[in-house]
């Protein structure tokens, strides 16, 4: 701690002095029904310990048996990131004793990875504009997660002052695919945003391929960044600290800034960066040093024995291609193309998380404009009153499409429009049923229209006398009290005529 | 039937008597439980008799044969299960004290299979710890003894299962082989004993010691017998990767056949001269000589690879084992030292480990440790892969000119307990016939071929068999044992001394 009092030093006079290379390891939970070596369930949540088996206890005598669909997400995340797949692989067992890993080894793949040497682009925004960074992919390899440590007791719930400690094997052998870029070089004063851009895609794409919940705060998604400053971009690298803990895109972007300038106070200073782990704390926004790796830690890394090798065919592989969905950036670009718009409201649907929403509305018949107002407004507002995500909602796109078919086709009205969803979305039926259950559609007829516009004139003699003398807009009062006595069924303009008329003046 | 001492017969024999309902299975049970009573006391094959256990299994089999269910050969016919195996809720401990008071929840497959093929599990028998020796000496319980002589080992790491069945204790057991665990015991107890191809018996369940070399198979008194256990246990298992999908092949079939005329037999020329005892040359010069006359071609092979067989398998068995072993810690089960609530769990582990492993396992730890250690692991670990390659072809080579090798299948005769405990080097050397099957994975089987002359203690030969074609090895063993037999007037292990 020999540079505990060193100043961190300020970001841009940081990137006067140094140039930073990043490296960032992602660490992603598969959504398999069952983990990586056994037939247990992953479900997230479930009480301690009771989503267990032999196998992924670790108990003397249990064998792996290797998951399908774990090697299958594996292969579609590597090929969605440019990667050359493995003719032949195996898995590798990483030896080192701690509690959470039920086998004193952690079963992984270390010089053979499935996946390797790939790279994928990213877009971050700069004040001059929308920049792309192509990352480098060293390797997408597989792994099983650990247990999970619960120290009891004591002040802080870390182990250091906890009276015991319990483990929970729940998350033990739950598939991982372990993604590990290239040095980021070059990113130069953008790097704490390039970082938070390459998380932010790599996310993106997860979703896309439907392999995993991708949710940082659950850990499905986890991020260690690797950080290291040089005195400029010909030199060597520096001595590199691993920041763990980095869970969410804004933490990413936040640990680098910080630890940019915190080495660079070190370095500054005539101090030398320890290689070490660090952890971040998202409330202070610091980073304070774990497990030091001054003297490396030997895995005594071997070939798994109890796996045989994995050597996928150019068929299976070729298969596994044709099932990528479209890169997520190429098809943003591409929907805003059609769709005329920027990316600003692109981005506001991608936010909302409505994208596919959007696309499925809108080739349901709907125009962009009213799917994108839909699924970003009112149907936004009520995911987010109920906490759940908008493609959890009880109506589809087409219902989407239909209400906003019945609106253009002047039967309902906005207000009315909005009555029909709540309907569909409390399980009353379909639009139409919703519609004609409610009896929602817009009177036209000016039969009824008439005796409430009467009706409205002889409650408001002072307002009707008003409109007679020129005052057209006081008419405003009576439209309203008709719209209140039918129930807001009425067609707004059409009562506003039959004023006009039955006052004799013209609108 | 007070005549007919029901433990002196085969299973073959027991299997007849029990089909046609001339005994009971609980009568065969109870028999045996009586034999264990009275001479285990001084041999010491079992750790664990599992009485409550073996009577229920065998009532189940005498009910369901009443109600005219269709049963297995062997079911009703008694086993003793190596302790390497998990049965469910039976203790389990790998002749360890790290896992005193073990009670696996579940059965391995090994076990399941005997279950349901009706074998009556007697309980457990003695090993070294985690299998790691060649005289069941190093078991933290206590040695095994040689029914032949109990002043000698039995063979190791399975000394109590051969011993078992030398000590007509069971009919069966099942033992497990990684250099010849299996092989090395029957020999000096004057038992069969064969480890099929790797990956044809499934090794869920079965504690690994060195998950690549590790198998378990039968041992018995006759061939055949072998045989039919063979046929219970072997077969593809989804709960092991490296199970083995091909079908088993007949091995039943090739023990009733028992005809080696025309089979091309070979001597490996580096397994069998210096080193080896003269009554073991001896014995197994008179079975060459038999093989000949039964119409086998004897051809002489050469594999020179073998020479560094023994090297490479004490790197790549260490490895493995200390990566196996390391989840003996004291957390989840079995063994925990030193937990009063003011050391660390590293502290704990350390003291558990160091408590509850014996001198030979954790000799083989640390060589493991040291051999897979960064900057030595090309050196030891990769070196020795490489050797195993060698070996493979040597076996390749020398499958191109015969059908099956053959050789002693150990030194020396069972040598004294304690003679060689405190030299490491010399007990290794026991499985120098027998390790290069497991660093290639083929098959292979130990008879009985005769007393040596000279301490009138059992001489087994080897025969071993490419990969999958593991009825070879029954063909020429039952075709050599019933020539055997005739000679001899009898089975040889009726003369065993142990009453």
Request: hydrophobic share 40%; glycine share 10%; net charge negative.
């Amino acid at each position: 701690m020999s540079h505990a009092t060193t100043q961190v030093m300020g970001f841009e006079a940081a990137l006067e002095r140094f140039d930073p290379v990043l490296g960032l390891e992602v660490h992603v939970e598969l959504s398999t029904a069952t983990k990586m070596f056994c037939g247990c369930s992953t479900e997230f949540g479930a009480e301690p310990n009771t989503q267990v088996c032999p196998v992924c206890l670790g108990l003397p005598g249990a064998l792996p048996a290797l998951n399908r669909a774990g090697v299958e997400a594996a292969m579609r995340i590597g090929l969605a990131l440019n990667c050359e797949v493995a003719q032949w692989c195996r898995f590798a067992r990483k030896n080192y004793f701690y509690p959470d890993m039920p086998k004193n080894f952690q079963t992984s793949q270390y010089d053979e990875p499935i996946c390797f040497d790939g790279w994928v682009d990213v877009d971050y925004d700069t004040p001059e504009g929308r920049r792309t960074f192509r990352v480098g992919i060293e390797r997408a390899h597989m792994e099983e997660d650990t247990g999970k440590n619960l120290h009891m007791g004591g002040a802080t719930g870390r182990i250091h002052g906890a009276d015991y400690s319990l483990v929970d094997y729940n998350r033990a052998g739950i598939p991982l695919i372990e993604i590990v870029t290239k040095p980021i070089e070059g990113a130069g004063r953008y790097a704490p945003e390039v970082a938070r851009a390459y998380v932010s895609a790599l996310r993106d794409l997860l979703r896309a391929l439907d392999v995993s919940d991708v949710r940082m705060e659950q850990g499905s998604l986890r991020c260690d960044v690797n950080v290291s400053l040089r005195p400029s971009p010909e030199a060597p690298f520096g001595t590199r600290s691993e920041t763990k803990n980095v869970n969410s895109l804004r933490s990413v972007e936040r640990s680098v800034r910080y630890e940019i300038g915190r080495q660079a106070g070190i370095l500054a200073d005539g101090g030398r960066v320890h290689q070490e782990t660090r952890h971040w704390h998202e409330d202070t926004g610091l980073t304070t040093p774990g497990r030091s790796k001054e003297e490396a830690e030997d895995y005594r890394y071997f070939p798994e024995p109890d796996l045989v090798p994995i050597a996928p065919s150019r068929e299976w592989v070729e298969a596994l291609r044709a099932t990528l969905p479209e890169n997520p950036a190429v098809r943003r670009t591409r929907l805003a193309e059609a769709w005329g718009i920027s990316d600003r409201e692109m981005a506001a649907v991608v936010n909302a998380g409505a994208l596919d929403l959007v696309e499925a509305t809108i080739a349901a018949g709907a125009g962009q404009s009213a799917a994108r107002k839909w699924w970003t407004g009112e149907l936004a507002r009520v995911a987010n009153e109920r906490g759940v995500e908008l493609a959890d909602l009880r109506i589809t796109p087409a219902q989407v499409a239909e209400v906003e078919a019945l609106v253009k086709s002047g039967t309902l009205n906005d207000k009315l429009a909005r009555q029909a969803i709540e309907g569909v979305l409390s399980g009353e039926g379909t639009p139409a049923e919703v519609v004609a259950a409610r009896g929602l559609a817009i009177v036209s007829d000016d039969g009824p229209l008439l005796a409430a516009v009467d009706e409205a004139l002889a409650a408001q003699p002072d307002v009707a006398e008003k409109i007679r003398g020129g005052k057209v807009q006081a008419a405003g009062a009576v439209v309203g009290a008709v719209m209140k006595a039918t129930r807001g069924q009425a067609d707004a303009a059409r009562v506003r005529a039959l004023i006009f008329e039955r006052l004799g003046v013209d609108g | 039937m007070s005549a007919l001492d029901l433990t002196r017969l085969t299973a073959a024999q027991l299997s007849e008597l029990l089909s046609s309902r001339t005994v009971s299975a609980r009568e065969v049970a109870q028999a045996h439980l009586d034999r264990i009573a009275e001479v285990d006391e001084r041999i010491h094959a079992f750790l664990h008799v599992d009485t409550d256990g073996a009577l229920a299994a065998a009532g189940a089999v005498d009910e369901a044969r009443a109600a005219g269910d269709r049963l297995g050969p062997l079911a009703g016919v008694p086993l003793a299960l190596k302790d390497v195996l998990t049965m469910r809720d039976v203790p389990t401990t790998c002749g360890s004290r790290i896992l005193e008071g073990w009670r696996p929840p579940y059965d391995a497959t090994v076990t399941r299979r005997l279950r349901e093929a009706g074998i009556v599990i007697l309980g457990k028998t003695n090993m070294d710890e985690f299998a790691m020796g060649s005289s069941t000496e190093h078991s933290a319980y206590g040695p095994t003894r040689n029914p032949w002589d109990t002043e000698r080992i039995p063979g190791g790491s399975g000394g109590g299962s051969a011993a078992a069945v030398a000590a007509f204790e069971a009919p069966l057991a099942i033992g497990t082989d990684t250099g010849g665990s299996i092989r090395q015991p029957a020999a000096v107890t004057g038992t069969v004993g064969v480890k099929p191809t790797y990956g044809a018996v499934s090794r869920y369940g079965l504690v690994a010691l060195a998950s690549s070399l590790d198998q378990a198979g039968p041992c018995s008194r006759t061939v055949l017998d072998a045989a039919l256990l063979h046929e219970v246990i072997a077969g593809y298992d989804p709960m092991d990767s490296t199970s083995l999908a091909e079908p088993v092949p007949g091995v039943v079939a090739s023990a009733r056949r028992a005809d080696v005329a025309g089979m091309r037999i070979g001597l490996v020329t580096e397994l069998g001269g210096e080193g080896y005892q003269a009554g073991v040359r001896q014995r197994f010069a008179e079975a060459v000589k038999i093989l000949e006359g039964l119409g086998a071609e004897v051809v002489e092979v050469s594999c020179p690879s073998f020479e560094y067989a023994l090297a490479a398998y004490y790197l790549i068995l260490p490895s493995e084992a200390s990566s196996n072993l390391a989840k003996f810690d004291g957390i989840r089960y079995g063994l925990r030292v030193g937990d009063d609530g003011t050391r660390s769990v590293e502290e704990v582990m350390r003291l558990t480990r160091e408590a509850g492993f014996g001198a030979e396992v954790k000799r083989r730890i640390m060589l493991g440790t040291y051999a897979l250690s960064s900057g030595y692991y090309d050196a030891y670990y990769g070196s020795a892969q490489k050797v195993r390659t060698l070996i493979q072809r040597d076996f390749a080579a020398a499958f191109a000119q015969a059908d099956v090798l053959i050789s002693p299948t150990a030194p020396t005769t069972a040598f004294r307990l304690g003679e060689k405990l405190d030299d490491p080097l010399a007990m290794y050397l026991n499985d120098v016939a027998t390790i290069p099957v497991n660093l290639a994975g083929n098959a292979a089987m130990s008879l009985p071929v005769g007393l040596a002359p000279e301490d009138g203690l059992p001489v087994g030969l080897q025969i071993i068999a490419p990969a999958m074609a593991d009825d070879r090895l029954y063909r020429v063993g039952a075709a050599l044992e019933q020539a055997l037999f005739d000679r001899w007037g009898g089975l040889l292990i009726e003369e065993v001394p142990a009453r």
